[in-house]
């Protein structure tokens, strides 16, 4: 990818493509956020231009899970959220479908009988391994809806027909179309000003108050905020500094982050 972009550009005369944004719904786990090749892979991506959307991952529920490239410095790293009115549709429609015996209908409201919009039980949560409250923002992860993304049936049939899926792989790609309807309105700014612009004008209140940054970021993307923030000429066009990276994960987290680490047993 940072090669057909770099082909593309002066003075490779337009040999390569003009890349600007790239999607990665992708990930594994790593303890070295930042340091990682991969992640590496995606300050370079940037620095070429690009501006790299990444899938958080579904190792959620619970903190510091975190997955590579997400956890990358440059990465504007998506989670997944759950809206009501999708994850109805997943229960009532999809598995009332699937398994008629045990989903009746109306079963969507029985199962998610609340409205708001809450942090997908299985998306993954921050901080990093080495300290950092990712994810930038939230996107639906549940129960999204297409067309073609069935890969256990046969290409043709999946090609006809509506599919139903979950995962933080369906998150990333709506951040990157808004990333790619900012680079058209604003075509002089820089990937990191468009990266900068999403995450600063993300609404963490259009996310259930009982989820807090290490959950869901910077909270659900607000595309029109971040055009008008970058109309404004106010976004910087640089990435937010961190502390130095220590060995000890416990280390990181202390020393980047309000949070304090405990050892021992919990209980109810």
């Known amino acids: 990818v ?48 690009i501006v790299p959307v990444i899938s958080s991952g579904n190792a959620g529920p619970s903190a510091l899970t975190y997955s590579s490239p997400g956890s990358s410095r440059s990465a504007l790293a998506v989670g997944g959220s759950s809206s009501a009115a999708n994850e109805r549709i997943l229960n009532e429609v999809l598995y009332g479908t699937q398994i008629p015996d045990e989903y009746y209908p109306g079963i969507g409201q029985d199962i998610r009988p609340f409205r708001g919009t809450q942090t997908a039980w299985f998306s993954s949560r921050g901080p990093t391994a080495n300290g950092r409250m990712d994810p930038q923002v ?6 999204n809806i297409g067309q073609g993304y069935c890969p256990d049936q046969i290409l043709d049939a999946c090609f006809k027909r509506i599919s139903i899926a979950s995962g933080t792989s ?40 009982y989820f807090d940054d290490v959950d869901r970021g910077r909270g659900l993307p607000d595309a ?34 309000d949070l304090h680490v405990v050892s021992g047993t919990a209980s109810k």
């Open 2 to 49: 940072i090669d057909q972009r770099l082909l593309y550009a002066p003075p490779n005369g337009r040999n390569g493509v003009k890349i600007d944004v790239a999607n990665l719904s992708f990930g594994i786990s790593t303890l070295a956020a930042g340091r990682v090749m991969l992640d590496r892979s995606i300050d370079a991506m940037l620095a070429a231009g």
């Open 138 to 143: 939230v996107a639906s992860a549940v129960g």
């Open 170 to 209: 369906f998150s990333s790609p709506i951040v990157s179309g808004i990333a790619a309807a900012l680079i058209q309105a604003f075509p002089g700014a820089t990937p990191t000003q468009i990266r900068n612009a999403i995450i600063l004008s993300g609404r963490p209140g259009q996310i259930a108050g």
């Open 224 to 257: 029109l905020g971040a055009y008008l923030l970058l109309a404004s000429d106010a976004v910087p066009d640089s990435l937010p500094t961190t502390g130095p990276p220590f060995d000890l994960v416990e280390d990181n987290i202390e020393h980047n982050t």
